[in-house]
C-alpha cells in the first residue's frame, strides 16, 4: 500500500547509499563512541538540503488545517499537564510555565531540528517527574531550594543529552523492538487516566464544600470525552460525504472545547455549581516570584555543592526518560505507515533537546520532549489520505455472494514541513498575553480530565497488548487463519505478554510512590529482557509473530545507522552451527517473519520481507532461496521448538 | 432461516384449515359486527387444547432464566413511569399502586390469556395519560373528584374494550403496517427519554438544594445507562464463550441495578450528596387514604353525572391507545422471527385487557396494558437461540480472499409458557410485602433515569425510521446492492419518511400539553394515511420497499381472519383495469414485494412471497406466472411510476 501511495519525487532521499554505516569498516572505526559528533555530522548533511523545501511545501490548506489541530492537540494536555504539577509542587509551575516551555520548545525544533514533525512540548511524564522530585526535596527539608535543584537536574539532564547525542548513543533506539515501546504506551495511557481521576477527584477537595462542583465536573469530563471520541470516530464511518467526515475529524477537540466550555458557563444550576476554572495569571510572569535576577532566570548558582552533585543521578534518570520518550515519538511520528520522504536525524534532535533542556531548566519551566500520542497525530494531520471504495465480495457457504462496499483509506503524501510546528510556536506565544489568557481562563478544569481520558483511552485502545489481551479473551472460533498468532498457542502468547503487563503494572505502581523517578529504569530494562532473556525463552516463530521491531522506516534507519539483526536469530544462528555444522545456512529461519498482529497493517509483512531481503542479497544468494524453502515445510516451527523450550 | 429451526411438532398449530374466515362466507355473515363473540369464540377454541402444555412446557432452565430477566424488565420501568405518575398527580399514585397495578395484571393474563408471552404490565403512555387527566380535572376545579373520574375513565374504558373485542374490531389490527407501528416506536422511545431527562431535573427541583445530588444522580443515570448497554450487548460480541456472554446479556439489568444501587450507598461524598430514593411506603396500602369503603376501593358512585359522561370521550381515547398499543405489543411478541407453534388470540385478550381496565378502574390504580418494548424482550429471553459459526469469505478485489469466522444466530424453539409471567405475577405480589417494599427503598431515583435512557434508546436505535435516517445520510457508494433502497431515489425516501416524521413530531409536541389524551388519534390518523393518502402519493415499488404489514405470522393472522391485500395493490388492479382491460393481469405487480430494509431479515421476502402465492393459489394459475414475469422485466416499475406520480 505504502509503495503504491509514496510518491517517488526526484527530491525524495536515498537511503541505501547513506554513508552513516557502521557495518562497513574495520578496526577502531567499528566503535561509536570513537568517532563523536559522527551522528550529528550526517544527520544535518541528510537533512539540510530540504530546508528551504520544509517552509515551501507548508503552504497549503492541509498545513493549516493540521495548524489548528496539533495547537489544540498539544496544548490542552499541556494545560491538563500543567494543573496536575501545579497541584503537586504548591504552585511552582502555574500556566505561564506550561506556555513559556511549548513556545520555546516549539520555536527551537520548528526552526532547527532534523525532524520537524515532532511536535515537542509537555508531556505527562515531566509532570511526574518534577513532582516527584519536589517531594524528594520537601521530604529532604529542601523545599526552599527547589528551584535551583530542578535546575541543576536540567543543567545535569542537559549535559547528559549532549554526550548521549555526540557519541552516537541514539542508534541504539534501532534495538527498540514494540515488545517495551507497547508497554510504554500503555503505561504512558494508564498514567494518564489516573490523572484524569484524580484532576475530578481534586475538584472535591481543593476547596471547601466543592462537593457540587465535583459531580457538574464528573458529568463535564464524561461528556467531554465522549464528543471527543465521537467526533474523532466520525472519520471512520460511512456517514456524510468525505470532506465532512474529515472536517469532524480534524476539529474533534476545537469544537468539543468550545460547546463545553460554553456549557459551563450557562447561568443558573450550572454556573451555581462553582466550577473551578484555569487560574488566572500575569500575562509574561512566573506563577511565583522567583529570587534570581530578572522575573524568569533561576538563580541555580545559589545551591550547596552537595546537592549539586545529588542532582546528577536525577538528571541521568531525566536523560533515560528523555531518551526514550522522545526518540520513540519521533520514531512513531515517521512511522512506516506515513509515506515521508525526507530524512531523518535523530542525533542532531537529541543534542537540540539537550539545549531546551538547559534553556528551559535555567528558566525554570517544565521540561519539554517529544508528545508520545501526539507527535503520530501531527504526521497524520499532514497526512493527504485518498479514500477508494472498493467492492468487498462476501460469501457466505459456497453459493451466496453479497458485494459489501469497503472504504480502503490510502495515504498519498505528506506535507513534509516545518510551517504547521512554526505557526504553533507562535500560537503558544500569542497564549501568553493578557486578552488570551483570560480566554484560557474561561475554561473550566473538568475538561481536563476529559483530555486526560481522551489522550489516554488512546493510548490503550490502539495498543497491542490491548490487541493481544482481546485476542486470548475471544472465543476461539472466531479468530482469523490470516491472524498469525492462531498459529501460536494461547498460553505462549498469555506468558509473553504477561511478562510486560508485570513491567507496565510495576511502573505504574512505583508512579504512585517517591520512587517515581526511577520509573524509566523498568521500561528501558524491558529492552535488555526482550534481547536477552525472551529470546531464549520463546521460539523464534513466537517471537517475530509477537514482536517487531519499532523502528521500521528506511528514513528511520538511516539515521541509526541501519537495521540489527533480531537476537534470536542471531542465537538460532549460533546453535544451528554448533548443532550441525555443514547443513544448510541457519539464516533460513528469518524468512518467517511477519506482521505482529491484526492491528498492524498486513502490508507491512511484505516490505518489511523486502528490506531484509535487500539487506542479505549482498551476500549469498543462494541463502536467500533456503529461507524460503525451510519455512514452506515448516522446518523453522520444528526447530524453533528446539530452540524455544530446551 | 425460520423455516429451518422451526420444529414442527405434533402438538403445533395448522393454521392454514382455521376457520376463522371472512372472506370465504357471503351476504349478512361478511359483516363483522353481525357475528358477534365469532372471534373470542375461535381465539378461546383455538388455544384451549394448549393450556395444559403451557404450564408443563414452562418447566425448564430456559423459563426460570427468561422469568428473572422479564421480572426485572418489567419491574424497573414500571418503578420509573410510576414515580413520573407520582410527581405529576402529586402524590396520588404511589408504588405500591404500580406494583398491585403490575401483579393484578400478571395473574390476569398469566393464568387467562390466550397469549402469555405478552406481558402487561404498566407503560410511560398510562403515566402520561393520567397525569394528563390530573391537570384537566385540575384545570377544571375537579382535583378532588380526580379519583372518581379517572375510575369512570377506566370503566367506560372496560366498556369500549368489551364492545372492541365482541364485536371482532381486533380484526383490523391486520392493516397496521410498520409505516405506523414504527412510528409508534419512535414516538414511545422520545417520550421515555424526554421522562429520563425529566426524572433528572426533578432531581434539582423537588426538595431544596438538592443540586449536588442532582448532578451526581446525572453520573449515576449516565453510568447505569453505560453498563445495561455494555453487557446486553455483550451478547453479540464474539468474547468469552457462548455461555458466559448469554449469562451476561440475561442477567443486564439485575446486575447493573445492583452495582448502581451498592455504588449509591458508599459512605463519603456519595452518601453525603443526599440521593432521592424510591419512597418508602406502608406495605399493601394505597399512597393516600381513600374516602371510600376499604382501603383501595374507589367510591366512583359519588361522582355527579356531568363528570360520568365527560368521562366517556376520555375513556374511548383510553380504549384507541390500548387498541393500538396492547394489540402492537402483542404482535411483536408473536412476530416471525420467534419460531412460535403455538396459536394466537387477540379477541380473548382484548376482552380479558376490559376486565382489567374495569378491576384496576375501582380500585385506583394504573390501568396495564401490554408493553411495547418489553414485550418481545420476553419472547426473547424464553427463545433457545443457537449459535453456529460459519466461515465467510471475503474477496478483496478479485484475487485475495480472506476467511472471516462469522457467528450465525438461529432461532431454534421458543418455550412458549405460562409460567414465567406466572412467576412474575408472584414476585410483584411478594415486592408488596414490607421487607422488600424496604428493599426497593435503598434504590436511587437516578437508576430509573438510567432505565428511561435504556428503554427509550433501545426503541429508538432499532428503529425503522433510524435505519431510512442513517440511509439517507450514509455517503451513497456505501450502500449496498442488495439493500432494495437502493433502488429508490433518496428524495422519495425521504418525502416517505417525513410524512410519519411529522406525526412522530406532533405526537410529541401534544404530549407536552394538557392535549397530551390526544396523542393515540395522531399515532391511529397515521392508518388511514398510509392506507389511502400514501398510496396515491407513492409507488407501488416504493411501498413495498419501505413498508410491509406489521402482523406478519401466520399464527397470529388466524385470530385476525388472514392478511388483507395491500391498498396500492388494489388501486393498481382498479387503474389497470380500466386502463388496458383483458391485458394480462394487475395482480402481478405483487410479486415484486420484498422485505423493508436492512434491519429486517431478508428471510421474511422469500416466506412473504410463499403465503401471497398461496393465498392466490386457488385462482387462476397462470396469474401468478405472469406475476412473476412482469417483475422480471422490470414492468411493474414502469407501470407505478405512472400509477405513483399522476
Redesign the interface.
Known sequence: METLSRQQTAKSYDYASDPYRWDNVDGWRRYRVLRPFRGIYWDIRRRLPYYWSDWVDGLNYRTMVATIRITFVNLLPALAFQLDMRRNTEGFFGINEALFSSALAAVVFSLLSAQPLTVVGITGLISLFNYTVYDITKAQGMVDQYPQIIAWVAIWAAVTHWITAIFNLCDYMRYITDYSSEAFGMYVGIIYMIKGVEELVAQ?YEDAGQ??G???S??IA?CYWASVYALENIGKT?????WVRKVLADFAYPIATVWWTGFSHIPG?IT??NLMRIPRTRAFYPAVDRPGPGPWLIDFWNLEIAWIFISLPMGILLTLLFYYDHNVSSITAQAKQFPLTKPAGFHWDFFLLGCTCFAAGIIGVPLPNGLVPQAPVHTDSCTVYEEV??D??????DSEE??????VVRAVEVKEQRVSHFLMALAFCGLMTGPLLDVLHTMPRALFAGVFFMVGWASIEGNQMTSNL?YL???H??????DPRTRLSKRRILWHDLTRWFGVAASVAISQTIGAIGFPVIIIALIPLRWIILTRLFSVEELSTLDAPTANADIILASFGGQPERPEIVLAEKRQKNCNAGQESPKSIAGGFSGSGDDHTPGNTASTQERSDEQFGDRNPGQVMSKRSLVARGGGVASNEMLGHE
Chains 1, 2 share one sequence.
Do not use: D, S, W
Open positions: 472535591f462537593i457540587t465535583g459531580y457538574l464528573i458529568v464524561l460511512k456517514m456524510f460525504t468525505p444550576r451555581e455549581a471504495v472498493i468487498r465480495k462476501e460469501k457466505v457457504g453479497n458485494v459489501v462496499p469497503t472504504k482481546m479473551f475471544r472465543e472460533v472466531f479468530n482469523q487463519q490470516a
